[in-house]
């Protein structure tokens, strides 16, 4: 049931991500560059039911290849710190995202990561890649800087994590509304 649940996720966002661009959609011209960050508090329920909250930080950069379509590059840094130990991990993800209607847009994106856990008790490395998606709405301040924020839902080698992230981005080469 849980396997179908993620399929039926992923090709709904797929869809939104990759389907026919519309009139009404952001007019993020082709040739324009999007230049930001994000911030993520993510809830991680693990195979083993133990449950971690953590803050990320995601910089990134992305070229428009067509109107309202995008191919960049995310970098990820995580950081949990629990009283008896530290988990910190860099990563990065190459990232496609389209805008559909208004501001909405889907996102997908793979990445690769690598990390450190540290307790009293232990030290351990190690690699990870997962896939993600989302849906997300870019609200623009002015021509250029937008607030976005994103639901996410990434297949993860050790369990899913849902999650929630607000960026700040920057339009460049956008042109004029």
């Known amino acids: 049931m849980k396997s ?11 869809a939104i991500c990759f389907g026919p661009q519309t009139s009404k959609a952001q007019h993020v011209e082709q040739g324009a560059m999007m230049i930001g960050g994000a911030i993520s508090f993510t809830s991680i329920e693990n195979d083993n039911s133990s449950n971690s909250t953590v803050f990320s930080f995601y910089p990134g950069v992305a070229y428009f290849v067509a109107n309202n379509f995008a191919l960049g590059l995310q970098l990820e840094y995580n950081r949990v710190k629990n009283p008896n130990s530290t988990l910190t991990s860099y990563g990065f993800a190459p990232l496609a995202r389209g805008y559909v209607v208004g501001g909405l847009f889907g996102q997908a994106e ?6 450190k856990f540290e307790s009293p008790f232990t030290e351990s490395k190690k690699s990870e890649s997962a896939f993600a998606i989302g849906a997300g709405y870019t609200a623009f301040l002015n021509n250029s800087v937008a607030l976005e924020p994103l639901l996410f839902y990434s297949f993860e080698d050790d ?19």
């Open 4 to 14: 179908t649940f993620n399929v039926v996720i992923a090709l709904a966002l797929a």
């Open 110 to 115: 793979y990445g690769w990561s690598e990390s």
């Open 159 to 177: 369990g899913n994590i849902f999650g929630f992230r607000l960026g700040v981005q920057a339009f460049l080469g956008r042109g004029n509304e």
